[in-house]
DNA sequence: AGCTCATGTGAACGGCTTTTACATGAGCCG
DNA sequence: CGGCTCATGTAAAAGCCGTTCACATGAGCT
């Protein structure tokens, strides 16, 4: 297998041709082996089949590449959150839940982009596009949280859209960091990470006079009339949102 | 200034006489500047006034100095915990609260325990003694939860106080990680981690149908009544736990 | 065809981690 | 008190990494 490294050579030239790319792409698979702390420069050139210095034709240094990689993390979760979000359909509480799905899935299944956003340790506000793709990637939570203030059972105070978006954004960054992400999976729970935070948010919401049953509402018009007898009653399924103790 | 050196080896002579302790200390210093990722073993040699090798007499390499502090900040973490706890005085939910707030305090003035702890990468069961002192870190958590579960209004179901140990835990350590540690306390934010993470605790809590005011109980006698008039409103401040929207 | 400039190379510097052979001296034993 | 021993510290070296610099290559334009 000696030959590898001279056939790569002779199959692309002196040229690499997209080494920005390639770059990105083994960096990525290295972050998710080691870490983004494991990761090094020098790895990811070898696995793209250059020099050790090439990569510093296309990134200012190590950190540059990581906030790139970071960068499309934000941007690759905020479609995911869209997605998930679907514009509340189809009603607004689920599709809300559906979003915090989506975060734990994310975390879950990138967890090379997870760990470069959230974990890599570099500063928020080194890169001004990568805080501006951080900011989007909160806004979709925040319209819904906005969304979902606007429903919020008359009498009661209405709760700040922004502060019910940091809130359910701490749950879910809070979950994902402590049990659903590498080495921090192998805590034991008596749950899976998906339902201790669908409860979660369901409680959350009930705490806040929110009905958390799941069924059709009107577009937007008046809020499901909340029962009167108990909000504590409302809607959720039998056993309460955890499901009944064994 | 060039005699420094000579001069502290004259001080201390061949042998430093407690090397571990001054390696703990420096590391814990470069760690609180520089971050666990950008702390080097080297240089907490340097510190101590010592060659780079002789920290191998004392550790088995960098992760091991590492993972040492961590197990010291979970320790001390357990102890402010159990003491902002103070066995469930005056109430269970003002004690409770008051844990919250001690999780906050400690990432934001033990920056270097807290980095080590949670965001040094390494795996929590890399040291069986590092898992241990998390675990009883943790139990504090739990054990004021089940105290907070028997207090659960009757007639709703129980909930697990497990699952409300682990809530209580994402929350703070979610505002912990977002909002209220070195970079990430620049999002700027319409209030204070800590009144965000009460406001959060409260409105889950209540979720939950627990009275969320604040005054002396019963030993732990009967929980005292809820307001039938609906939870929603008992006992919060006015304005519920989130003060005025402007 | 020739030029130019983006892109890649190799060598070199300094720093870090870890290992190894050797130095020192504190504490114990006779 | 004298000598031994072993924990503790040192220097040197190997191997890796990040980063820079002068130089090579060849793709694309004129």
Request: net charge neutral; aromatic share 8%.
């Amino acid at each position: 297998m000696s030959w590898r490294k001279e056939e790569r050579r002779a199959e692309r030239g002196y040229h690499h041709g997209n080494l920005k790319e390639a770059l990105l792409q083994a960096a990525l698979g290295l972050i998710a082996e080691k870490g983004a702390a494991g990761f090094t420069f020098a790895d990811a050139a070898r696995m793209a089949g250059v020099s050790a210095a090439a990569p510093y034709r296309h990134f200012r240094d190590r950190d540059e590449l990581l906030s790139s990689i970071a960068q499309r993390g934000f941007e690759q979760f905020e479609a995911r959150l869209t997605a998930a979000w679907d514009d509340g359909r189809p009603d607004t509480v689920t599709a809300f839940e559906r979003v915090g799905r989506a975060y734990l899935a994310f975390a879950r299944e990138e967890p090379a982009f997870y760990n470069a956003m959230f974990e890599s340790g570099l500063p928020v506000d080194a890169n001004a596009a990568l805080q501006a793709a951080s900011e989007r990637a909160f806004n979709v939570i925040r319209a819904a949280a906005e969304r979902l203030a606007a429903l919020a059972p008359p009498g009661a105070p209405r709760p700040p859209a922004m502060m019910m978006a940091l809130h359910i954004w701490s749950m879910a960054h809070g979950v994902a960091s402590l049990f659903s992400r590498g080495d921090a999976a192998r805590r034991k729970l008596p749950m899976s990470p998906d339902e201790l935070l669908e409860a979660e948010v369901l409680i959350y919401l009930r705490g806040l006079g929110f009905p958390t049953e799941r069924r059709p509402q009107a577009k937007s018009a008046e809020p499901p009339p909340v029962p009167p007898e108990a909000p504590s009653g409302s809607g959720v399924p039998p056993g309460g949102p955890w499901g009944k103790p064994k």
